[in-house]
T-cell receptor, first 115, second 113 residues
Framework: AQSVTQLGSHVSVSEGALVLLRCNYS??????LFWYVQYPNQGLQLLLK??????LVKGINGFEAEFKKSETSFHLTKPSAHMSDAAEYFC?????????????FGKGTHLIIQP | DAGVIQSPRHEVTEMGQEVTLRCKPI?????LFWYRQTMMRGLELLIY????????DSGMPEDRFSAKMPNASFSTLKIQPSEPRDSAVYFC???????????FGSGTRLTVV
């Protein structure tokens, strides 16, 4: 079975500051890892994904994440926060290999941007 | 492509009534997933289909819930009878086979009073 743990249900940063959202995973097989963003009253939008290619993955809106097998982590970062980044962020894991199991999501981290 | 389309966006119903949620996946996607989102439990996978066939329904909370996918372009999630604890946002998502992320619909916010 696989699972993800997101550290911090709420993270607050100042506009222009570094954004760091933490995600640790547990998986019995090499995982696929994802970050999604959810704006109020909307569905989830894929930010980026790791599927066993490059360990540093670049996504939309200036976000990136690094897969670290030794730390079982997949933290999301952005060098400079913008007010429009305020949203809920979800880390998710899925088994690699054939087929497509359902994604297992973390509890989410609410990102607050202070002006 | 218009993306994953869910209807209705909002549904308010009385306890005991039947509720049907609808989803149209992205054309060509092999997989369709139904998720439920609540504050207490987060995002929970209810059921998923591959090529219209239900593969894993272990997340369906109880027999009051049922889901069908009669063809590649349509799926329904039915709750009968509905209860207040079913109040949540229900998302449909679709994906291609290997390694891809999901494309989510905008969700249906269900309120059972």
């Amino acid at each position: 079975a696989q699972s993800v743990t997101q550290l911090g249900s709420h993270v607050s940063v100042s506009e222009g500051a570094l954004v760091l959202l933490r995600c640790n995973y547990s998986s019995s097989v090499p995982p696929y890892l994802f970050w999604y963003v959810q704006y109020p009253n909307q569905g989830l939008q894929l930010l980026l994904k790791y599927t066993s290619a490059a360990t540093l993955v670049k996504g939309i809106n200036g976000f990136e994440a690094e897969f670290k097998k030794s730390e079982t982590s997949f933290h999301l970062t952005k060098p400079s926060a913008h007010m429009s980044d305020a949203a809920e962020y979800f880390c998710a894991v899925r088994r690699s290999g054939g087929g497509a199991d359902g994604l297992t999501f973390g509890k989410g981290t609410h990102l607050i941007i202070q002006p | 492509d218009a993306g994953v389309i869910q209807s209705p966006r909002h549904e308010v119903t009385e306890m005991g009534q039947e509720v049907t949620l609808r989803c149209k996946p992205i054309s060509g996607h092999d997989y369709l997933f139904w998720y439920r989102q609540t504050m207490m439990r987060g995002l929970e996978l209810l059921i998923y289909f591959n090529n219209n066939v239900p593969i894993d329904d272990s997340g369906m909370p109880e027999d009051r819930f049922s889901a069908k996918m009669p063809n590649a372009s349509f799926s329904t999630l039915k709750i009968q009878p509905s209860e207040p604890r079913d109040s949540a946002v229900y998302f449909c998502a679709s994906s291609l086979l290997q390694g891809g992320g999901y494309t989510f619909g905008s969700g249906t916010r269900l309120t059972v009073v």
